[in-house]
C-alpha cells in the first residue's frame, strides 16, 4: 500500500460546479498537508498548505484535514475551464533541522468543461 | 514563474549514455530537492541537498547522483541510462527557517524531460 492514495480520474465536471479532490494517507505521522496543481508539461505550483486538521479557504479553494480518517480533501468552488489541470496532494512529516521531504499523491485529473 | 531554474528543457540520448541536469532555486532558498515523475510511479522524490550537504536520500537508483555547489546550484548526474529512465525529472526548493520553524513550501521548476532511446 503506498503511503498516500490519489484517484488518478480523470474527474470531468460541467463549468461553474462544485469540485471535490481527495486524499487518503496511512502514515498518522503526516503533519503538513499541501496541494499542488500541475498544468501539461508544466511544474507543480502550489495551492494550498495546512497544518494538522481543519478547514483552510483560500478565494474559490478550501483544503479540509481530517487526520481521525487520514483524509483530505481539495473543493473548488464555481469551476473554470482553466482549472483543468492535474491537482496533486502532498503530505510530511516534518523533521528535525528544519527541513522536510513531501510525499505525494499520483495526482487526480480535473477536466472542467464550458 | 517560481524562481526555479531548471536547464535543459528537452534532453534526448541513447541508452548507456550520461546526462547531467541543472537546476538553480529560488534566490535565498538553501534546500533543493530532485523528483522524479513518470506515468506509472507519479512524483517520486530522489534527493534532498541542503546548503550544499545531501540530507535525505529518496528512490534514487545508485547510477544516478547529485551534488549542490557553493553557490546553492544543483546538477543531477544519470549514467549507464535506460529505457526506463526516461521521465520528467523536476527540482524544488525551499526556505529552512530557523531551529524550531519549518517551511514546508516546495517550488518546482518547470522540469527537464528526459527520452532515453
Known amino acids: 500500500q503506498k503511503e498516500v492514495e490519489q484517484d488518478p480520474g480523470p474527474l470531468s465536471v460541467p463549468e461553474g460546479a462544485i469540485v471535490s479532490l481527495n486524499c487518503t494517507y496511512s502514515n498518522s505521522a503526516f503533519q503538513y498537508f499541501m496541494w499542488y496543481r500541475q498544468y501539461s508539461r508544466k511544474g507543480p505550483e502550489l495551492l494550498m498548505y495546512?497544518?494538522?486538521?481543519g478547514n483552510k479557504e483560500d478565494g474559490r479553494f478550501t483544503a479540509q484535514v481530517d487526520k481521525s480518517s487520514k483524509y483530505i480533501s481539495l473543493f473548488i468552488r464555481d469551476s473554470q475551464p482553466s482549472d483543468s489541470a492535474t491537482y496533486l496532494c502532498a503530505m510530511s512529516v516534518g523533521a528535525s533541522g528544519g527541513s522536510y521531504i513531501p510525499t505525494f499523491g499520483r495526482g487526480t485529473s480535473l477536466i472542467v468543461h464550458p | 514563474d517560481s524562481g526555479v531554474t531548471q536547464t535543459p528543457k528537452h534532453l534526448i540520448t541513447a541508452t548507456g549514455q550520461r546526462v547531467t541536469l541543472r537546476c538553480s532555486p529560488r534566490s535565498g532558498d538553501l534546500s533543493v530537492y530532485w523528483y522524479q515523475q513518470s506515468l506509472d510511479q507519479g512524483l517520486q522524490f530522489l534527493i534532498q541537498y541542503y546548503n550544499g550537504e545531501e540530507r535525505a536520500k529518496g528512490n534514487i537508483l545508485e547510477r544516478f547522483s547529485a551534488q549542490q555547489f557553493p553557490d546553492l546550484h544543483s546538477e543531477l548526474n544519470l549514467s549507464s541510462l535506460e529505457l526506463g529512465d526516461s521521465a520528467l525529472y523536476f527540482c524544488?526548493?525551499?526556505?529552512?527557517?530557523?531551529?524550531?520553524?519549518?517551511?514546508?513550501?516546495?517550488?518546482f521548476g518547470q522540469g527537464t524531460r528526459l527520452t532515453v532511446v
Open positions: 524544488a526548493s525551499s526556505v529552512v527557517l530557523g531551529a524550531g520553524r519549518m517551511n514546508t513550501e516546495a517550488f
Open positions: 495546512t497544518y494538522s486538521s
